[in-house]
């Protein structure tokens, strides 16, 4: 897919990865809509527009069937149809599973998972009426290997991998494309609050012997939404962390 000029939808996108994906996308020619669960920052929207692009903002929890499918409908009518969807929005909830609460539980898979389905299923309408599109998912190496007391996400993120595939196969006939990033351990606001001995044991786990950067994952996404034949598929954005055959 050429990117110029094409609209990109993606949320959870004012700080950290999904920040980096939408600076990434606006340096290619794309109009970019912001998205938060809060108001967002008119700072963000005019640094975006300094690529030459347009950017709107719509805000809303994306775990809200209703809300999800509102905020779509609010972009379509500002900036027309939604060429590019990034499920980026995500928490996390970290316990072991003997402590860990149904609610604990059930609000990281709602947003996580939930809100990639909500997400989805109000954008892929139009695309298949235009039969064409890209959709990219945000999943983890944790929802492909498991992590420690990561029980809620890992079992989110698995999901996510198994939702891409399942819609990759139903949306194939009309041209449209749904693909995963997976990425490993990545320079954050969420990673920088890690202790540096945790850091260190991370680090020994990764073959290529560093944390990823943000726009490492942004360079996947652009590729993946470029790709007219590739789809069904996870790219681990991870060092190397896990190897598949």
Known sequence: MELQGKNVLITGSTRGIGWGLAQAFAKEGCNIVLNGRGIVDQALIEEIEGNGVRCVAVSGDIAEFERAGEMVKEV???????????????????????RMTGEDFQKVVDINLG?????????????????RGAII???SVSGLMGNLGQANYAASKAGVVGFT?????????RGITVNAIAPGFIETD???????????????????QRFGQVAEVAQAAIFLAKSPYI???????DGGMVMQG
């Open 76 to 98: 379509e009518t500002t900036l027309g149809p939604i060429d590019i969807l990034i499920n980026n929005a995500g928490i996390t909830n970290d316990k072991l599973v003997l």
């Open 115 to 131: 809100g990639t389905f909500n997400m989805t299923q109000h954008v892929l309408k139009k695309m298949m009426k235009q039969r």
């Open 137 to 139: 998912n945000m999943a």
């Open 165 to 173: 595939k399942s819609v990759a196969r139903e949306a194939a006939s």
């Open 190 to 208: 969420m990673t920088a609050c890690l202790t540096d001995k945790v850091k260190e044991a991370a680090t020994q786990n990764i073959p290529l």
């Open 231 to 237: 789809t069904g598929q996870v790219l681990n954005v």
